[in-house]
């Protein structure tokens, strides 16, 4: 947004270098974009379907999940790598074929010419009477049969070639080579390897337990199991492995980290026990990332 109402300068234009002042020193040409809160994924909302997740599941990187959604996209990912092996030793066992027959076919050509060479006369060692046998390339044999000419501009008399559309010239394509496939499900997320039993029940704290209000329309839907802090997309939050419950990366630090203790369930934990959430995201395009500034005129959107 030009900053030439902070400037001190009487001029109703925003100069040019005035411009070059304020983009040198980043005042100006900053690229920032805001969605509505429409346009935000909740912080629990499955990242699939993006709404909110009815048995909520998390993956040890930290994505949120419908627990019937990431295991239809596992399962379906199973059927797929079940398809592709099966297309992959069909491959397997055709190019086995041709390796054999091609090698067949190489011994059964050295064993003919052995024999051919064999009955050959020869005056000398070395010196043999048998018309060498040129093998000639499809499109020789065409210029063979045809024997046309034509005369190029400097002079020269070349053989004319016949019709590329011709099949016995026409290149073929080569057959897709299917490399094995992985046995490993992925993420859809992070492309991060992901076993059902990988995943962890998220068990979040309601806000208000008497309301009787559907999930989705409450404002305030869940809070922090130790401090009832308003869970919200600016908050970061942290999973408990043991109980599945979700807690403030600040009541953490604070009440939990010191002992690596659960204070849900009183069992010890370990690093591997703590799974930070991934964000729903804010209003801000780079919200949560890390991004090259871009030196672009504003664009706010409401």
């Known amino acids: 947004m030009a900053k030439h109402g902070r400037n001190a300068t009487a001029n109703p234009v925003y100069s040019s270098f005035e411009r070059a002042k304020d983009k040198a020193n980043g005042k100006y040409g900053t690229q920032k974009r805001r969605g509505a809160t429409e346009a935000v994924q909740a912080f629990d909302c499955c990242h699939l379907s993006s709404q909110a997740a009815?048995?909520?599941v998390i993956t040890p990187g930290g994505y949120l999940f419908d627990k019937e959604n990431i295991l239809e996209n596992l399962l379906t990912q199973r059927r797929d790598i079940k398809r592709k092996q099966k297309e992959f030793e069909i491959q397997k066992r055709k190019y086995d074929a041709e390796q054999v027959k091609a090698e067949e076919d190489k011994k059964k050509k050295a064993a003919a010419d052995f024999i051919v060479k064999e009955r050959t006369v020869s005056a000398t060692e070395g010196n043999h009477f048998v018309q060498k046998k040129v093998e000639l390339s499809q499109a020789g044999k065409m210029l063979a049969?045809?024997?046309?000419?034509?005369?190029?501009?400097?002079g020269r008399v070349v053989p004319k070639l016949p019709a590329f559309w011709l099949p016995s010239l026409t290149p073929g394509a080569a057959p897709t080579e299917i490399k094995a496939p992985s046995s490993k499900t992925l993420c859809p997320m992070s492309s991060a390897p992901l076993r059902i039993k990988d995943l962890i029940?998220?068990?979040?704290t309601l806000a208000d337990r008497h309301s009787t209000a559907s999930i989705v329309a409450r404002e305030e839907r869940y809070v922090c199991a130790i401090t009832q802090k308003v869970l919200r997309n600016c908050i970061p939050c942290v999973v408990l492995k043991p109980s599945g419950r979700v807690i403030t990366k600040e009541a953490f630090d604070r009440l939990v980290k010191p002992d690596m203790v659960d204070p849900i369930s009183g069992e010890?934990?370990?690093?591997?026990?703590?799974?930070?959430?991934?964000s729903g995201g804010t209003g801000y395009a780079a919200g949560g990332a890390t991004v090259k500034k871009l030196r672009t005129s504003v664009l706010m959107v409401a």
């Open 201 to 204: 029940t998220v068990n979040f």
């Open 54 to 56: 009815k048995s909520p």
């Open 268 to 278: 010890k934990l370990k690093a591997k026990d703590i799974i930070p959430m991934k």
């Open 145 to 154: 049969m045809n024997k046309e000419t034509i005369q190029t501009e400097a």
